[in-house]
C-alpha cells in the first residue's frame, strides 16, 4: 500500500489544455515506431514530458486573509520597487514587484494570488526575448489582470511570454471573482509571472527561492519587516 500511494502523490491529473498536445505527441510516437522503432521510443519520452508539463497538481493554499501567493511555480527572479505599466491602471506611485520565472520542467497553471474581482483583463502583443531577463515584463507579448482585492486594495499579476513559451490562456475576465489560489490560466512551454503588489506592502520572498502556486507566500498584509535578502548555498 505504501508503494502504490507513493504512485499516486506522483500522479496528477493532465490539464485540459494538454490533451490535444498529448494526443499530437501519442499519434506522432506512432508512426515513430511504424518507420524506426528508436524513433519511436525518443516519441514516447517526449510523450512522457508532455504529460509531465501539463500536469496540474492540487495545492494546500493558506486561507487567512491578508495573505498574497504565488501565482506560478518557478524560480524568484526580480524583487523590488517600480511603477507599473500604464495599461494595468494601478496608478503611478511605485509598488513592489515580484517576478516568478517558469523553466519547462515547472507547472505551469497559473493561480490567483489573492481573493478579489478581476476589474481589467489587458493583453499586449509583444517579443519573445528570455522570460528570465528583466526586460521581459516590458517588452514581451503579455496579458495582464488588475485585481480589487476584497479589502478594497488593488494588485496586478501579469502572464509573460517567454522565449519558448507562445501561447498564453487567461480563462477569466472582468467582474470574475477569484478564490486565493483559484487556477485562471496557463502558459504554454516557459514564461514569467510578475505580481504588483499593493502599495506598501513588501515582499517576503527573495531573488533565488523557489516558489510553488497557490502555497507560498509572497507576502502579509499584517507583517511590517523590511525587504528580504537570501544567501544561496
Avoid at 15 to 36: D, K, Q, S
Avoid at 179 to 197: K, N, Q
Amino acid at each position: 500500500m505504501d508503494i502504490l500511494a507513493s504512485i499516486r502523490s506522483i500522479i496528477h491529473p493532465l490539464h485540459r489544455e494538454g490533451v490535444r498536445f498529448v494526443a499530437i505527441f501519442a499519434v506522432a510516437t506512432l508512426i515513430l515506431f511504424l518507420l524506426w522503432r528508436p524513433l519511436g521510443w525518443l516519441g514516447v519520452i517526449l510523450t512522457l514530458w508532455c504529460v509531465y508539463f501539463f500536469r496540474d497538481p492540487a495545492r494546500a493554499t493558506p486561507t487567512r486573509a491578508g495573505l498574497v501567493v504565488s501565482p506560478a511555480d518557478g524560480k524568484v527572479v526580480a524583487t523590488g520597487l517600480v511603477v507599473p505599466s500604464a495599461e494595468l491602471g494601478l496608478g503611478a506611485t511605485p509598488r513592489a514587484k515580484v517576478s516568478i520565472f517558469m523553466n519547462v520542467f515547472d507547472v505551469h497553471v497559473n493561480r490567483a494570488p489573492a481573493a478579489g474581482t478581476v476589474d481589467r483583463v489587458i493583453y499586449h502583443p509583444g517579443k519573445f526575448l528570455n522570460a528570465a531577463e528583466d526586460k521581459a515584463s516590458d517588452e514581451n507579448e503579455r496579458n495582464g489582470l488588475r485585481l480589487i482585492l476584497d479589502d478594497g486594495r488593488d494588485l496586478g499579476v501579469v502572464q509573460i511570454a517567454g522565449l519558448v513559451a507562445r501561447r498564453i490562456v487567461c480563462d477569466v475576465g472582468p467582474g470574475r471573482h477569484l478564490a486565493t489560489g483559484e487556477r485562471f490560466g496557463i502558459i504554454r512551454f516557459g514564461s514569467r509571472l510578475d505580481v504588483y503588489l499593493p502599495i506598501g506592502i513588501v515582499p517576503l520572498v527573495a531573488v533565488g527561492q523557489r516558489a510553488v502556486a497557490g502555497e507560498t507566500v509572497l507576502a502579509d498584509f499584517q507583517v511590517m519587516e523590511g525587504a528580504r535578502q537570501a544567501v544561496i548555498g
